[in-house]
């Protein structure tokens, strides 16, 4: 099926769509009891298609089809380096297929073409090609005991690893866990955000291609309650859950009940300090770009900035310009830099904490809807925002920034610090010593000095408090989907 009509046609972005059923051990269906929801195009409001809706029913023929695969399949007997060969097999599909994967995120999720071909997919490629050559690695220990012993250990996989990712960045965060978990020897259920599944429906297509055993990846598509009936399955032995802090929350709660393991990454609200003596240009394009991609829907978007009072009026005109010129528009254009939102409800919300900070008497810079169709909203810059404001304390997950002043370093930090998340941080300074110092003292999975979201799969992220607990990526990533076992031969 391919999108001809409308916008879509108009705009010359015709994606080929991949059909909307489930994929359960190897086969495409649908929805036990024939649900369908839609899709609907971010940029136009269209409908584009519409993909299955899991019920009960299929969440446990999904996982029926993981337990078995990995209980009776080859997946996790096979040699982590054959396993590594399907995985470079995988990142080898991907590329091939890589300009109509980057069109059909950017079509699903209203991301700018000009960042799904270069960040989206490309990240997605490394990911695999980064696990794939881990797996070499991946070997255990063998460890001196007190007694004659042959001693050590054995990293084995977990088993049924329920994977459920939020709707920002559908094919990277579906590779941050698809990846270490397959190679690891896993099996998998992924259940895709409702409103963004497409690329994951590509996956599927590209892993069985690989030649990845029928039952190893399943995918169910659908709403919040196939999510919480997988976290409750008793035959899913993990979890891997990113998306908000309220549900990540529920997720850990109701995997307690059945001693799952759990990994939750969740929301943040990272603050960019930048100090009077940092490059000031360089400063403020970074805070710019920290802010407005993926138009604010970004788990660590420099939704804070935090300015040093002698150059802060600077930095919130710059900011305020940037606000009224960055491109806006169809993410199929050239030249565009932020799209729409990628849902009505997601806009709403934006829509929404900027009225009531406007209605309480806040200055707010920018934050317009254009005219037309689709979920669109120019980049709002807010400054001198109390720290117990709504808007610096909670996630606007829009293109939406505070700007606050601080004199000392101390305070910087406090500010930096004083909510409940704890998942990214940066820090725009020339102070070497300084630069060290506050990366230390900020409570933060992953801080950047002078620059921001420096991110690449070797480097781990993840968060602290309401930003959850797991680390994701680099070897870590990888820990998380392995369990150790000691074998001690005595020798005496
Ligand atoms: P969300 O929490 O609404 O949904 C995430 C996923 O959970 C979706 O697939 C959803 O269908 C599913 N879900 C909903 N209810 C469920 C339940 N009761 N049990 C199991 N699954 C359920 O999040 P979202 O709106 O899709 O994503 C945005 C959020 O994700 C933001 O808070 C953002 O900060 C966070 N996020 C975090 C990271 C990270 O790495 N820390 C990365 C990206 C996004």
Not at 83 to 112: C, I
Not at 268 to 292: C, M, P, Q, R
Not at 330 to 335: I, L, S
Request: include cysteine; aromatic fraction near 6%; charged fraction near 15%.
């Amino acid at each position: 099926m391919t999108v001809t009509q409308g916008r879509a046609a108009e705009s010359g972005r015709a994606v080929p769509l991949p059909p909307g059923r489930l994929h359960i051990g190897g086969q495409w269906l649908p929805a036990a009891d024939g649900r369908t929801a839609p899709i609907l195009d971010p940029a136009t409001g269209v409908e584009l298609t519409r993909v299955a809706v899991a019920g009960p029913v299929d969440v446990d023929r999904a996982v029926t089809a993981a337990r078995k695969a990995f209980d009776d399949g080859p997946w996790a007997r096979m040699t982590p380096r054959e396993r590594g060969r399907k995985l470079w097999r995988v990142a080898d599909l991907l590329r091939a297929r890589a300009t109509e994967f980057a069109r059909l995120e950017s079509l699903d999720v209203g991301k700018p073409l000009a960042f799904t071909t270069t960040v989206d997919i490309p990240t997605v490629i490394d990911t695999f090609e980064y696990y794939a050559g881990l797996m070499a690695g991946l070997e255990g220990a063998t460890r001196a005991t007190a007694a004659p012993s042959f001693a050590y250990t054995r990293r084995e996989p977990i088993g049924v690893v329920a994977a459920i990712t939020p709707f920002n960045f559908p094919a990277i965060l579906s590779a941050t866990k698809l990846a270490p978990a397959l190679a690891a020897g896993n099996t998998v259920v992924h259940k895709p955000a409702p409103e963004t599944p497409l690329s994951a429906l590509l996956f599927a297509e590209l892993l069985a291609e690989a030649g990845l055993p029928d039952g190893v990846y399943n995918l169910i598509t659908g709403d919040g309650p196939a999510g919480a009936a997988l976290v409750a399955h008793p035959g899913v032995d993990k979890i891997a859950f990113t998306g908000s802090s309220a549900v990540g929350a529920r997720v850990a709660a109701q995997a307690a009940a059945t001693l799952k393991q759990v990994t939750v990454e969740l929301g943040g609200k990272g603050a960019n300090i930048i100090f009077a003596d940092a490059d000031l240009s360089a400063a403020i394009e970074t805070a710019v770009g920290a802010f407005v991609f993926n138009t604010g829907q970004f788990c660590m978007s420099g939704s804070r900035v935090l300015v040093q009072r002698p150059v802060y009026q600077e930095v919130v005109e710059a900011l305020g310009a940037a606000a009224a010129h960055v491109p806006v528009g169809d993410p199929f254009a050239e030249g565009v830099v932020v799209g729409p939102m990628a849902g009505p409800l997601h806009l709403a919300k934006v829509v929404s904490f900027l009225d009531e900070a406007a209605s309480s008497g806040a200055q707010v810079i920018g934050g317009q809807r254009p005219d037309g169709p689709g979920f669109f909203i120019r980049p709002a810059v807010l400054p001198h925002v109390a720290q117990d404001s709504p808007l610096v304390q909670e996630e606007v997950f829009g293109p939406v920034v505070t700007v606050q002043p601080f004199d000392s370093e101390e305070e910087a930090i406090r500010l930096a610090n004083g909510t409940r998340y704890g998942l990214s941080a940066g820090l725009q300074t020339r102070d070497v010593s300084r630069a060290h110092r506050v990366a230390a003292a900020l409570n933060a999975g992953i801080v950047w000095v002078n620059g921001w979201a420096l991110l690449d799969p070797a480097m781990p992220f993840g968060g602290t408090g309401a930003s959850g607990y797991g680390r994701e990526n680099g070897p870590e990533g990888l820990n998380a989907y392995l369990r150790t076992k000691s074998v001690v031969v005595n020798l005496a």
